[in-house]
């Protein structure tokens, strides 16, 4: 089975950080293995300890196996340029996020914001795991929300696709072009102290 390739290898942090942030990259290149169930649990654990508005927990996790009847109908949910490397994916998911606190039925402002916290925790579990994690977001929300019947409180964020690393001899030529751990703009330009603007 193939190894996934080590972020850390291709990449510096300008700071001191924990190497799992480097590590962790998007690949494209998957084996078309089925992902052990208790592997994808541990992705939803991890997923689980994410920090939320209130402790909302608003993120809900839709999937699809390969090896199960529902896959067609999430495979179908991506666009052409997803699907040409997802085809190797063992799991799709699709993100969704409840837009109304479950309380009280209030517009709960950051959802989208813990919705992706909540990713980013999957994420940085599969790729302690040796998983290939690959948030999208190239694919039809319209045809998410009918297909997989999702409320109209709860907003489709993002799809992601979760596999066993494979050879990228077998992506397309212009994706495997880009198969590798990608730079970063630097912390002056993400960070500034003080107002947006000085004034
Ligand atoms: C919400 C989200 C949507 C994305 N959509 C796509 C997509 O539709 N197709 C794709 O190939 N990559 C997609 N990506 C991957 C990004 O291009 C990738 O995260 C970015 O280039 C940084 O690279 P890295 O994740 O390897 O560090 C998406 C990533 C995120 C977080």
């Not at 290898?9 to 089925?34: C, K, N, Q, V």
């Not at 209130?54 to 052409?80: D, I, K, V």
């Not at 009918?146 to 709860?154: C, E, Q, S």
């Amino acid at each position: 089975m193939a190894e996934l390739p080590r972020g850390r290898e291709h990449r510096t942090a300008d700071h001191p950080i924990e190497p799992i942030f480097l590590d962790r990259w998007s690949p494209r290149a998957m084996s078309g293995a089925p992902v052990d169930p208790s592997d994808l649990l541990r992705l939803f654990e991890a997923a689980r300890w994410a920090p939320s508005t209130y402790n909302e927990q608003e993120w809900l996790f839709l999937y699809a196996r390969r090896e199960t009847p529902q896959w067609p109908a999430f495979f179908g949910l991506l666009m052409e340029a997803n699907q040409v490397w997802c085809v190797r994916a063992g799991v799709l998911i699709v993100v969704l996020s409840h837009k109304v606190f479950g309380r009280n039925g209030m517009p709960n402002p950051v959802h989208t914001f813990d919705a992706g916290a909540a990713f980013e925790n999957l994420a940085l579990q599969g790729a302690s795991m040796g998983l290939v994690v690959h948030g999208m977001a190239g694919f039809d929300r319209g045809k998410a929300r009918a297909t997989l019947r999702v409320p109209d409180d709860y907003e489709v964020e993002a799809m992601i696709a979760v596999g066993h690393p494979g050879d990228p001899a077998n992506l397309p030529e212009a994706i495997r072009e880009r198969e590798a751990p990608s730079g970063r703009k630097p912390v002056a330009e993400i960070a500034r102290e003080g107002p947006f603007a000085a004034g």
